[in-house]
């Protein structure tokens, strides 16, 4: 774990590196744009095995509402891209066992509609 300043970071092994951010209903954080935070959100290309991947965790927030939703970790590529993935997580302890759920959230895609540029494809051009 990091604290430093400004900078909380957890690292688990030399795989993945997370920030804890508040979320909002929609799986965005903020945070300023910074060199490091831009760094940090960005996933970048590199050697084979040597990948890092920067996570968000934390809560979901209802601005409107004021309460702590669902406890959420994220996937982003860039500080102001949408979500690349998001999962909810729910621990619970009971009698000395503890369970751990998860459910995927799919953020949301782009339609792409290729039918009328298929449709003058000719069999030639395949």
Not at 43 to 68: K, V
Not at 70 to 94: H, P, Q, Y
Request: proline letters at 4%.
């Amino acid at each position: 774990m990091t604290d430093l300043g400004n900078k909380r970071e957890v690292t688990v092994g030399l795989r993945y590196r997370a920030r804890v951010k508040r979320h909002d209903l929609t799986d965005k954080v903020r945070s300023y744009p910074t060199k490091a935070a831009v760094a940090f959100w960005t996933q970048s290309d590199t050697l084979e095995g040597l990948e890092e991947i920067r996570l968000g965790f934390g809560y979901r927030w209802d601005p409107e509402e004021r309460l702590i939703g669902s406890t959420v970790i994220s996937l982003r590529d860039g500080l102001d891209k949408e979500t690349v993935w998001a999962v909810v997580v729910d621990i619970e302890s009971t009698a000395g066992t503890t369970t751990f759920t998860w459910e995927p959230v799919d953020p949301s895609l782009p339609q792409i509609d290729l039918y009328e540029t298929a449709e003058n494809v000719e069999e030639d051009d395949l």
